[in-house]
């Protein structure tokens, strides 16, 4: 017992008040970003495992205009890929259905067309 207070000293935690909560909270919430900051960062980088995207994928996902994106597109015709064409399409907002490269080549190619058709470079 302590004496200073004149009070038997309590056994039992003090009660978590709501900002007590909120701090657990946030530390629990900071300890498990830790957790998945630490444990992506073990993961074998992009070169390790095999995948490599082709440069002039990179320059059509960085493209800004249709134009440079066929310009782009055209040059990538003779060892373009199955994964290549998935790839350009999610980046447009388009769907392209499974099949031979050079059918899937040209629709997107055609949806390419599509939009630069309807591309604005005025401003509004």
Known sequence: MRKSQGKPASKQPAPLYRHSRQEAQKT??????????????????????????????????????????????????????????????????VEIKEGDVERRYDELRSCLLTFGKYESNRLR
């Open 28 to 93: 629990q919430i900071l300890k498990r970003r830790t957790f998945l900051y630490r444990r992506r960062a073990q993961k074998p980088a992009a070169d390790e495992t095999g995948f490599h995207l082709d440069p002039l994928v990179i320059e059509f996902l960085d493209a800004d205009t249709c134009e440079k994106r066929l310009n782009i597109l055209s040059a990538l015709r003779e060892r373009i890929t199955d994964d290549m064409i998935n790839i350009m399409a999610i980046s447009v907002g």
